[in-house]
């Protein structure tokens, strides 16, 4: 089994920065994808980016440009740099990971931006 646990979150004033990690332990095997989803209250959970193993990453629209996805293979991390923030981004951050076999959530960890 895979384990994704988050850190990083907290509350930070708008126009500053965060910086998001994510570990992945447990039985990793093959190519994988490692990302970020956030969900504010009352709305569904939403794709801020992923990157596969082999570099290949995905932002979604809203993200490009202020959000930073990167990894390192060799320590199973996810890390998510925000940059810019605004009260419109407080949300619970969620990583996950996927595979050719599953697909895990982690607990999410909350980002609080005030105006």
């Known amino acids: 089994q895979v384990q994704v646990v988050e850190s990083g979150g907290g509350l930070v004033q708008a126009g500053g920065s965060l910086r998001l990690s994510c570990e992945a332990s447990?039985?990793?095997?093959?190519?994988?994808?490692m990302g970020w989803y956030r969900q504010a209250p009352g709305k569904q959970r939403e794709l801020v980016a992923t990157m596969t193993s082999g570099g290949s990453t995905n932002y979604a629209d809203s993200m490009k440009g202020r959000f930073t996805i990167s990894r390192d293979n060799a320590k199973n991390m996810v890390y998510l740099q925000m940059n810019s923030l605004k009260p419109e981004d407080t949300a619970v951050y969620y990583c996950?990971?996927?595979?050719?076999?599953?697909?895990?959530w982690g607990q999410g960890t909350q980002v609080t931006v005030s105006s």
């Open positions: 447990g039985s990793i095997v093959g190519t994988n994808s």
């Open positions: 996950r990971f996927t595979n050719f076999v599953t697909g895990v």
